[in-house]
């Protein structure tokens, strides 16, 4: 179902509200219906809260319950066995690449304009989901803009953020993101010096966000600033230092890398919890997911072989991500989907669950996939398109279209990456069956081809 249709015509939300005991006039609720200097919310339980988790730098291999060996992410796995673990989730090589592509629901051909930053012509989730009704805030790396209305000028009411309007180093050249941090709260610069972490910064943040919002609808997005480099020892680390300031090496101690995952774990654990904790567990959709690869200096060991790091690159170990879902009631527990989704699915999929109209005149790339969620499978998407280049530029971005198995670039470059995962090989005599699913992939780059990518225009 598209989001622009009304919510009123989706019977699988209609069911779904009924069982939450709602009348059907609740249904009838639309940004158009609500005056847009004074939104009226409604309690939660009309319509779901979202909480969206997304950890940096963080690969498809780095989970337990993805097939990890080296590190342990019990948290994550359970909320996994208890709803629904994708197979193939896809966002961009790099983190603003994938912030804008998520944040908008676009491919970065239509709208990416540079690294660091989000095209203030753009329209986000946040806008959507705030003009019917929900309250919104963002807890975590920022990195798209360092106008100081800039997270609220996208949509954002609250803010806890890093890097913001001020770099991602001190005057002496330390690293600011993780102990002691440099944070801005709604704008505001807050500076701490007593041992604090910023992930448990965040998530107080996020966590007094849902306990004031509890009886409304809201939407907490936390772009998490774990585990990009500079790695380094965490709270729990046995050489965990309260007095540092943050690392003066870009890299830190890849040694640490584990130690940071179990973090991602444990905080990703407590939000959770936290839901329970406030009564509104069975009415909140949460999603974890990765802004991309891993980081280049990790390799790791997974039941399906050895994972080298390779964010920011186009082959699959630095696009592919994790992406599990929990909405009890909604999603059944212990459910595996081998259905393609990449970044612009998210907005689209957000936008039909809270019942947020995406506007007519708004193009978006992304199809929702709600229905997987719902357990309805063989209502997504073929296949996917990324076009990527750090900072824009078109002469020097690539493209390519895939689907589970199969890889197509624009230069005719055609990969089986279920047998080569590291694209060393591409397939020269095809079968029929091959021939067929590249024919598909080709058609979807071409329905890309007329765009105009913003530093062309």
Request: glycine share 8%; charged share 25%; hydrophobic share 30%.
């Amino acid at each position: 179902m598209s989001p622009n249709t009304d919510p009123r015509n989706n019977v699988l939300q209609q069911t779904l509200w009924s069982t939450l005991g709602i009348l059907a006039c609740s249904l009838v609720f639309t940004a158009a219906s609500v005056p847009a200097d004074e939104p009226s919310p409604q309690r939660s339980g009309d319509r779901p809260n979202i909480v969206l988790i997304m950890a940096d730098d963080m690969g498809f291999e780095c989970i337990g319950s993805n097939g990890s060996l080296d590190y342990q992410t019990p948290n994550i796995d359970r909320i996994a066995s208890e709803g629904l673990r994708f197979e193939h989730c896809y966002s961009q090589p790099i983190c603003t690449p994938s912030r804008v592509k998520l944040m908008t629901g676009m491919t970065n051909k239509r709208n990416y304009v540079k690294f660091g930053m989000l095209d203030r012509k753009q329209t986000t989730f946040a806008h959507l989901l705030k003009s019917a009704g929900y309250r919104t805030c963002i807890a975590g790396k920022w990195q798209l803009g360092s106008e100081l209305d800039s997270p609220r000028h996208f949509g954002f009411e609250e803010s806890l953020l890093w890097q913001h309007t001020r770099g991602r180093m001190d005057s002496k050249k330390r690293d600011t993101r993780y102990p002691n941090p440099r944070l801005e709260l709604n704008g505001t610069k807050e500076d701490y010096d007593e041992g604090e972490f910023s992930s448990d910064l965040f998530a107080d943040f996020l966590c007094d966000f849902m306990e004031t919002n509890r009886d409304q609808p809201f939407l907490a997005y936390y772009p998490m600033a774990l585990v990009h480099c500079p790695f380094c020892p965490t709270p729990d680390s046995e050489d965990w230092d309260p007095t540092s300031h943050g690392s003066k090496t870009y890299k830190g101690q890849p040694e640490y890398f584990g130690d940071m995952v179990a973090y991602v774990d444990k905080i990703v654990g407590r939000i959770d919890q936290k839901l329970g904790d406030l009564g509104i567990r069975e009415n909140t959709l949460l999603i974890f997911t990765g802004d991309n690869g891993t980081d280049k200096p990790i390799v790791t060991q997974t039941r399906f072989g050895e994972v080298v790091g390779a964010k920011g690159e186009m082959v699959d170990a630095g696009n592919h991500v994790t992406c599990i879902a929990k909405w009890p009631g909604v999603i059944q527990p212990q459910l595996l989907t081998s259905q393609i989704i990449d970044f612009s699915d998210f907005l689209p999929t957000m936008c039909e669950a809270a019942g947020a109209e995406v506007p007519v005149n708004l193009t978006i790339d992304g199809q929702s996939f709600l229905p997987v969620l719902q357990g309805i499978e063989g209502q997504g998407r073929e296949s996917m398109f990324m076009w990527y280049e750090r900072n824009g530029r078109p002469k020097k971005a690539r493209e390519f279209a895939r689907n589970q198995r199969y890889k197509l670039y624009a230069d005719g470059s055609f990969f089986d990456i279920e047998t080569d995962r590291n694209e060393q090989s591409p397939l020269q005599s095809l079968t029929d069956d091959q021939k067929e699913i590249r024919s598909k992939l080709q058609a979807k780059i071409d329905s890309f081809a007329d765009i105009v990518p913003p530093q062309a225009r």
